[in-house]
């Protein structure tokens, strides 16, 4: 089986380094950019780059630049691996599509064990099944939403958020539950990352977006009326 490939966007060579020596340690095929210039030339001249991490602040081409490009054309999880670690620097990556938005304070272990969950979420979403309820359908192999029959664009972090109140409908979920689940790993900090997310499925749900509930002082709930 060929090795899962990833790409690493960034202008210092000592971070690149450090990233590359950890994810090949878990047997990943790393390839490797120093601007965002080199990141669009390659992502889009190599078959089956599964994930990218992503700097931001680069030379020729940003990170923000960089994914807004990848994203018209593509899904693939996106690491945005960063020293912009103000609330609005992070704002503007999941608003862009973003799947993860990491401080390189972070230990490298961390990351690696953050890559692995997004692969093992992508790789589930093997099977054919699709999910109806008030109106919404999702296929899970596909990465498709239809709302009573058009499609929506999601990015991958509201589908696989989306997908998880499917299954746990009616039931209450506190932030964390959501973020331990969804995210895949412990979360330590403010709940602004699920409630953003929150914010932006229900207004690309539209009227279907009430179906999500918020549940004061806990979290929320999916619930079809």
């Known amino acids: ?5 990833v790409l690493v966007v960034d202008d210092e060579i000592r ?17 490797e950019a120093c601007d965002g210039e080199e990141a669009l030339d390659i992502f889009f001249s190599t078959k089956d780059i599964s994930l990218i991490i992503l700097d931001v602040m680069m030379p020729k081409i940003d ?11 593509s899904k693939v999880p996106i690491i945005m691996l960063t020293a912009k670690d103000k609330e609005i620097d992070e704002l503007m990556g999941f608003d862009l599509g973003v799947d993860e938005y990491i401080s390189k304070t972070v230990s490298l272990k961390i990351l690696v064990a953050r890559v692995e969950a ?12 699709v999910l109806h309820a008030g109106g919404i359908e999702i296929n899970l192999q ?3 939403v239809k709302i009573d029959g058009d499609e929506i664009e999601l990015t991958n972090k509201e589908f696989d958020l989306l997908h998880y109140f499917f299954v746990n409908q ?11 689940n969804v995210w895949n ?20 749900l539209g ?19």
């Open 1 to 5: 089986m060929d090795r899962i490939k």
């Open 15 to 31: 971070m690149r380094k450090l990233v590359k020596d950890f994810l090949k340690k878990k047997n990943f095929d790393v390839i």
């Open 63 to 73: 990170g923000y630049e960089v994914v807004k490009e990848i994203r018209q054309y």
């Open 118 to 129: 997004i692969i093992r979420r992508t790789n589930n979403l093997v099977d054919n099944e």
């Open 142 to 144: 596909g990465q498709v």
């Open 170 to 180: 009616k039931v209450a979920l506190s932030r964390e539950t959501i973020l331990n």
């Open 185 to 204: 790993y412990d979360y330590f900090g403010d709940a602004r990352t699920i409630d953003t997310h929150v914010k932006k499925l229900r207004s690309k």
């Open 207 to 225: 009227e279907k977006g009430a179906y999500i509930k918020t549940i004061w002082g806990k979290g929320y709930k999916f619930e079809v009326e």
